[in-house]
């Protein structure tokens, strides 16, 4: 049997959360990580895959946005997410209050009720502050742990595809510094025809609600 070379980086696009707002904080500072670019694809019509071709391309994002079990990692993601930012935003409500409340009666509060008023908000800031680090770190646990459980259903496939054409180096668009390609060699198409054929049920009904 030939040997396969799978040149491609597996890095799956969830439509990444923000990171969730943290009260009276500056953003950390640092240098953010490039994003991965696909070069313009040629002009023209799809091609069929070229007969005696040993090379072929396919966009790991594509695959990820368009498949099943890519939309169904995206949607479990977001419903994380958004569950957070609720809890975070009615978590600021309730400081908001008080720090009004301070405000407005701090002139007509005995000492005992102002430092118990204040103790009251520290602890809540912090408790803001200690719930929005460990939030953000959930939902990053759970993509990276759909991003995992792409890969490992995915490369599979990947080989699989390959080996059916005859091709012995597989290529990622998003990572090979490619910059121009015969339309022909983009299995991106077939490889989602083939991810969505052998889902799991649970994925493919969770993506259903967002095809059209």
């Not at 959360?17 to 694809?41: D, I, S």
């Not at 070229?50 to 939309?71: D, L, Y």
């Not at 569950?83 to 301070?102: G, H, Y």
């Not at 180096?169 to 025809?193: C, N, Y």
């Amino acid at each position: 049997m030939r040997s396969l070379a799978v040149a491609v980086a597996l890095s799956l696009m969830l439509g990444a959360a923000p990171v969730l707002a943290q009260t009276e904080q500056a953003p950390a500072a640092g240098a953010q990580k490039p994003t991965a670019q696909t070069p313009t694809a040629p002009v023209g019509p799809p091609r069929p895959f070229p007969e005696g071709a040993k090379i072929a391309v396919v966009n790991i994002q594509q695959v990820a946005a368009e498949s099943a079990e890519g939309k169904a990692s995206t949607t479990k993601v977001q419903a994380l997410h958004q569950q957070k930012t609720q809890q975070l935003t009615d978590m600021n409500k309730k400081l908001q209050a008080e720090q009004q409340k301070l405000q407005q009666q701090a002139l007509v509060m005995n000492e005992q009720a102002r430092g118990q008023l204040e103790r009251e908000i520290e602890r809540q800031q912090k408790e803001i502050q200690r719930f929005s680090q460990d939030a953000q770190e959930e939902v990053q646990n759970l993509q990276a742990d759909l991003q995992e459980a792409f890969h490992r259903k995915l490369m599979p496939i990947l080989q699989k595809m390959a080996q059916e054409k005859g091709v012995q180096v597989l290529l990622s668009l998003q990572d090979a510094g490619i910059v121009w390609w015969d339309t022909g060699l983009d299995i991106t198409a077939d490889v989602v025809k083939q991810f969505d054929a052998t889902a799991t049920p649970a994925a493919t009904t969770t993506a259903k609600p967002e095809q059209k």
